[in-house]
């Protein structure tokens, strides 16, 4: 029995141990296979020559221009190792991997050594050993796996790559890899790359210090930046130089000779700056939105810094160097002029205010006046010591090696770029195809780097002011109670907002007008007329306008933007110059909406669009039908017009700059050799405590917005630099240019719905033979225009003499030559006879008959003779013929 249970036994472990067997062959089959496809894989993929630096992303004009390559994280250019001098791979040898030439890609001692200091850092709170990973395992784990997997598996992983590399690859192209691959920098790759960034010329120029700078990059390129951190770096060096010293490859006197020239020659005022930040880009604030624009476009695992991709865009390079032309001129004569008028002011006030405060506040001992003397003159030595003091500590912290210091000076940095953002003049500029909704051109900011990438134009919340005005004008027009001639009076006036507060607006230095009419008021940016119509839409009506125009569609973002307020008419809202550029265009579009777009398509490597923004945008907007109508063509035209008065005679043809007429700004010549003026629009704004200034306008072709302020609120811009003196002129300056060899074209004119009617430009009423002060053609809404003539010049007792008159029912000729001529149709003989047949009979019964008979009257006038005498003739009732009793044409 026993022995029968000890043989089922031993059958059934065999089969269990042949199952076993089994299985371990099927995974050491498996495992076999995937091993040798990935060797495969490695011959056939990974020779050196496959292993080009990725691709950069080009970026590209309307017109198929380069504008920039996008190749921040892939800074590379290619050595080979025997172009490099020896003591740059001796110092890679000394502090990477002395045994290199003798391992077959990992060590032993290195991995226990590693192991060793994991397991003192983390039990005895010691410092790391280093790593344990060979150049070989370096390189296969930056291509194969994740160095920042911190996992034994990756380890392994990296392991098995190193071997695999070490049986295709020689060990000089191993080191060659190595070198042209490891990130050595900010965004910089390879020690070509590398040397050029950090030290001005090539790796093949390089010095015995220089060498020990780059070989410490592979460890730590932060923490180790000599521009960032110059006393690590320093010290880091000198270990590197020392091992070499150790290993044989240097002399201490050649490395302490090179170690001080090194550093003698060191500039500590150069800053750390990423490779991205010092590519060639024709259009950097362009460019930068559009990077942004691919963040949102991406997915999965593209990556358009390493995939090689064209970006097909909207930007116009010619529309680009003008603008940034025109903005560095209008930035440089906004920050003299306030600098100017800034120094003016406080030195007015130093010298005539100040010292009779202080004489008032010790005669009177009041301690709080003389205490805010005192605090303003600790404020001008903070603000020397920020300005003077602070840079010559900090770089002095750097150079002797000081770190205690840092933490001040940097506080001192901090309150200097406050300072700055408080006192500097931004501008921005962003232009559009009116059809196309293209970004032609993007200016964010005063000049675009590391420290200056917040773009103004498509991300700043700015007060628009007065450039506002037109969008709740829109409304008005619509509304039917006012059109471009209603008369409005510009005078003082309290407002009461919708919790009883009140609120008294002012004009523009506080002058006021009188009557005005209403395109006049816009033209010259008149605040009290501006409010007046405001409160006869009211504020529903209003926002509505403004935020379809400005492309606000969520409820709460409404809420948020447009306060239920009477200095929203002035445009205390804050929102985006792409926006204003935005609301603007759809005037020009003929009221279509205007949807900005900077990406065209995209193009992979091989040419193939795997985006094409453009398309996609056109189908959603043809699906729209007619909701893509934000306002009608008609409002459209109304609007274009009276914003063409501000260019004519208005804010943007100020006389202010010596310009009585702007319009030869806009004077061109066609192909035969012939002027013509382009049409052109717009509004200026400047809120009323002239912390900004706004130009937006626009062409048949183009829409532009200008702004120029502050990034921080507290400062005004003062009454010389408005939105008129200011941004005008760029925007005028910039629309020339843009428009140079472009033909002739119009604002589209509805086919209906439109009426252009003159008026007298005083009374904005019909004309008459006494208006004397001028008169203006302008487009209606076709039913709105006037129908009365001017009762301001002259011949007021005529003020009846009106269309009215051309509406009654019978007309009363008052010409005696006219009646003279009159005479009735003759009459057929035939009843002519029945009439005198019964002539005798119609006598006798002239008394009974009824004035309700179907018998009638005629007054006759004997065939138009003045000498024959009346006679009546009487009409048989069953003839079928009814006249008047009496007609007043044979009186």
């Not at 784990?141 to 690859?169: F, N, P, S, V």
Request: charged content about 20%.
């Amino acid at each position: 029995m026993n022995r029968q249970n000890s043989s089922i036994m031993f059958a059934f472990l065999i089969r269990v141990l042949a199952a076993v067997i089994v299985v371990l062959a099927v995974v050491i089959g498996i495992g076999l296979g995937w091993s040798l496809a990935e060797t495969s894989n490695i011959k056939n993929q990974e020779n050196f020559m496959d292993l080009a630096p990725a691709l950069p992303t080009k970026i590209l004009d309307i017109n198929g221009n380069l504008v920039t390559e996008f190749s921040a994280d892939e800074k590379r250019e290619l050595v080979s190792l025997n172009e490099l001098p020896k003591h740059l791979i001796y110092a890679v040898l000394a502090r990477e991997d002395p045994d290199f030439y003798n391992h077959k890609g990992f060590s032993i001692r290195g991995i226990v050594r590693a192991a060793y200091g994991q397991v003192r850092q983390k039990l005895f709170h010691g410092g790391s050993l280093g790593g344990g990973s060979t150049i070989t395992q370096q390189v296969a784990g930056t291509l194969y796996a994740d160095r920042t997997d911190l996992r034994l598996t990756r380890k392994i992983r990296e392991l098995w790559w190193a071997l695999q590399m070490e049986r295709r690859y020689t060990k000089n192209e191993i080191l060659e890899i190595y070198l042209n691959y490891m990130i050595m920098g900010p965004g910089v790759y390879g020690v070509e790359a590398a040397s050029q960034y950090f030290f001005g010329h090539s790796a093949r120029e390089i010095t015995l210090a220089e060498a020990a700078i780059l070989v410490i990059q592979l460890s730590s390129p932060t923490r180790y930046n000599p521009l960032n951190n110059p006393n690590d770096a320093m010290d880091r060096q000198r270990s590197v130089l020392d091992r070499m010293i150790e290993l044989g490859y240097t002399t201490k006197d050649e490395a302490e000779a090179s170690f001080n020239d090194y550093w003698d020659n060191y500039d500590y005022t150069r800053a750390s700056t990423a490779a991205y930040y010092n590519r060639e880009d024709a259009a950097p604030w362009f460019s930068e939105y559009v990077r942004r624009e691919l963040d949102g476009m991406m997915y999965g695992t593209m990556d358009y810094y390493r995939d090689g991709y064209t970006v097909h865009t909207t930007l116009n390079l010619k529309h680009q160097e003008a603008a940034a032309k025109f903005m560095e001129e209008g930035l440089v004569k906004a920050n003299t002029e306030y600098a100017r008028s800034s120094l003016t002011s406080n030195l007015q006030a130093e010298r005539t205010y100040i010292p009779i405060v202080e004489l008032l506040s010790l005669y009177f001992d009041l301690e709080d006046i003389h205490a805010t003397s005192n605090s303003q003159n600790e404020q001008k030595a903070m603000a020397r010591y920020t300005k003077v003091i602070n840079p010559i500590v900090d770089m002095a912290a750097l150079a002797f090696g000081i770190p205690d210091l840092k933490p001040f000076t940097s506080a001192g940095f901090a309150n200097l770029k406050t300072s700055t953002e408080q006192n500097l003049v931004e501008g921005a500029l962003i232009s559009l195809e009116n059809e196309t909704g293209y970004i032609t051109a993007i200016i964010g900011g005063s000049r675009y780097d590391e420290s200056n990438q917040y773009i103004r134009a498509t991300q700043g919340n700015l007060q628009p002011g007065s450039s506002f005005k037109p969008l709740y004008y829109s409304a008005a027009i619509d509304s039917r109670k006012w059109n471009p001639t209603t008369q409005i009076n510009d005078s003082p006036i309290v407002f009461h907002n919708e919790d009883g507060t009140p609120y008294l607006p002012l004009n523009f230095k506080g002058e006021w007008k009188g009557t005005v009419l209403l395109y006049d008021a816009l033209a010259q940016s008149m605040n009290v007329p501006s409010l007046k119509v405001l409160d006869s839409i009211g504020f529903d009506a209003a926002i509505d306008r403004a935020a379809a125009l400005l492309g606000y569609t969520s409820q709460d973002q409404i809420r948020a933007v447009f306060p239920r307020v009477y200095p929203l008419g002035l445009g205390i809202i804050s929102t985006s110059p792409l926006r204003m550029a935005r609301a603007f265009a759809v005037f020009a579009n003929q009221g279509r909406e205007v949807t900005p777009i900077a990406i065209r398509s995209v193009e992979d490597r091989n040419g193939r669009v795997i985006l094409d923004v453009e398309r996609d945008l056109r189908l959603e907007q043809r699906r729209k039908g007619n909701e893509i109508q934000v306002i009608s063509p008609q409002n459209a035209y109304v609007m274009t017009n009276m914003l063409k008065k501000t260019v004519e005679l208005g804010t943007l043809n100020s006389p202010s700059f010596n310009r009585s007429d702007w319009s030869y700004k806009f004077t061109f010549k066609d192909e035969n050799g012939k002027n013509f003026k382009m049409p052109m629009a717009g509004k200026t704004g400047t809120p009323q405590n002239w912390s900004d200034a706004w130009t937006v306008g626009f062409s048949p072709y183009y829409t532009t917005a200008i702004w120029f302020g502050f990034d921080k609120p507290g400062n005004s811009l003062g009454v010389n630099l408005t939105g008129s003196t200011l941004a005008g002129p760029v925007w005028a300056d910039y629309m020339r240019e843009i428009h140079q060899g472009l033909p002739f074209k119009d604002f589209v004119r509805p086919t209906s719905g439109i009426i252009d009617v003159t008026v007298c430009a005083k009374s904005g009423l019909l004309k008459t033979a006494a208006c004397n002060q001028g008169e203006v053609t302008l487009p209606f809404l076709e039913g709105t225009q006037p129908t009365l003539y001017c009762d301001v010049h002259g011949n007021t007792g005529s003020i009846e003499t009106n269309l009215n008159r051309l509406r009654i029912d019978t007309f009363v000729i008052d010409d005696s030559q006219v009646l003279e001529n009159l005479s009735m149709p003759a009459l057929p003989a035939e009843f002519m006879n029945e009439i005198n047949s019964t002539t005798n009979t119609g006598r006798t019964n002239t008394s009974n008959r009824s004035s309700s008979s179907r018998t009638q009257t005629a007054r006759n006038s004997g065939g138009g003779n003045s000498g024959s005498s009346r006679q009546e003739t009487v009409i048989p009732p069953d003839y079928g013929i009814e006249l008047p009793t009496y007609n007043p044409l044979l009186e």
